[in-house]
């Protein structure tokens, strides 16, 4: 049984689709680029997996059975958006998400905020928008979950922080889990993917494993963006 499996998913919103006939299968212990420009369905995407949006048409299925409270709780979830209470120090949060999370590593957290020099004690309030993004990446990897779905994880990291925070994907997901990584980031990312989804207008354009694409086209992941997207 495949991890994660969408059949002819279709979303609409005011008769407009942004999804059209969306079909993968995400098996265990892999990692999964989904590619593509902003505005592309990628986020509807995210949201009909964790069960934010109901399809239009069309199944999710996780484990073999369509989104609820049993995928909420093998899924670990970074939105795009910071949801946090920034009134919160990040001990606080931590603390919240042990009591709320029955298979999160508050030690893990601990150990990665410490990595990345992130002050247990500091309100949120007065930490940046990418000591933030930290944060909140740090909790959703402190899960021992099945899938973790990050999306546009580096969007506010500066570039010297960019590879620790992929080392740390690499080395804190469980062995037989996946991770889908949401990004247009390409090159930041390429080096630890097994397999891409890219994604325009709603549709699937082209899928496959990195390797294989790479071995096709005989250019790197971001090299075939470029030329599919006109960037």
């Known amino acids: 049984m ?15 689709k942004i999804l059209n006939d969306i079909n993968f299968k995400i098996p265990r212990g892999k990692i999964v680029g989904l ?8 986020s509807t995407l995210i949201k009909l997996i964790n069960d934010l949006l109901t399809p239009t048409s069309g199944d999710v299925l996780i484990n073999g059975k369509n ?36 298979d999160f590593d508050s030690d893990k957290a601990y150990e990665l ?5 992130l002050d247990k004690d500091m309100k949120l ?3 940046s928008k990418g000591m933030q993004e930290k944060v909140q990446l740090i909790l959703v990897m402190s ?28 080395s804190n997901f469980n062995e037989g889990a996946s991770v889908i990584i949401s990004t247009h980031l390409i090159a ?16 699937i354009v082209l899928t496959g494993s990195a390797d294989e694409i790479r071995k096709k086209e005989k250019t790197s992941i971001d090299e075939v963006f470029r030329r599919m997207f006109k960037c």
């Not at 905020?113 to 020099?117: G, H, P, T, Y």
């Open 113 to 117: 905020l410490a990595k990345l020099e």
């Open 35 to 42: 590619l593509g420009k902003n505005g592309t369905g990628k």
């Open 67 to 102: 989104p609820g409270v049993e995928s909420k709780r093998i899924i670990s979830y970074l939105p795009e958006r910071t949801y946090l209470d920034k009134g919160m120090r990040v001990a606080d949060v931590v603390k919240f998400f042990e009591e709320f999370y029955e």
């Open 2 to 16: 495949e991890l994660l499996e969408c059949i002819h998913l279709s979303k609409e919103f005011d008769n407009k």
């Open 125 to 127: 309030t007065k930490m």
């Open 143 to 170: 899960r021992k979950a099945d899938l973790y779905i990050l999306d546009e994880p580096l969007g506010g990291v500066d570039p010297a922080t960019r590879d620790y925070i992929l080392d740390t994907i690499l």
């Open 188 to 203: 930041d990312i390429e080096r630890i993917l097994d397999e891409v989804i890219f994604i325009d207008k709603g549709k």
